[in-house]
């Protein structure tokens, strides 16, 4: 079962940041499509950032443009979440998930995650918690 491992949640003030990381478990990301999801209490789960196997293929919700970037460790083999100027509504459980290499899973990650399922290539890990609270 191919399953990734996030870390790196967390309690800050609204305002503050946070660097989550997901690895692979017991194989190698290399240029695997990785997407950060989200899901708050009560809500579904939202993709929230997406990097694609191609070279600068980065996107993002629109919630999250200008304070999160997604990239990856290539020394570390982990594809890392830094979020800035985070804010309550950011609160939420956060999962990485590794995606078949179809050149729309990304996009549809931010934009329609319903769609971007059918082409999921792992499961679900445990995920890591991020408050954000004064």
């Known amino acids: ?65 200008g304070r999160f970037t997604i990239s990856r460790d290539f020394a570390e083999d982990t594809v890392n979440l830094q979020m800035n100027r985070l804010r309550a509504d950011d609160t939420a459980v956060y999962y990485c998930m590794k995606g078949r290499h179809y050149k729309l899973w990304c996009p549809n990650v931010v934009t329609d995650p319903s769609s971007a399922t059918a082409d999921f290539a792992s499961s679900w890990g445990q995920g890591t918690r991020v408050t954000v609270s004064s």
């Open 1 to 65: 079962q191919v399953q990734l491992v996030e870390s790196g949640g967390g309690s800050v003030q609204p305002g503050g940041s946070l660097r989550l990381s997901c690895a692979g478990s017991g194989f190698t990301l290399d240029y695997d499509p990785i997407a950060w999801f989200r899901q708050a209490p009560g809500k579904e789960r939202e993709g929230v950032a997406c990097i694609g196997s191609s070279a600068g293929s980065t996107y993002y919700a629109d919630s999250v443009k």
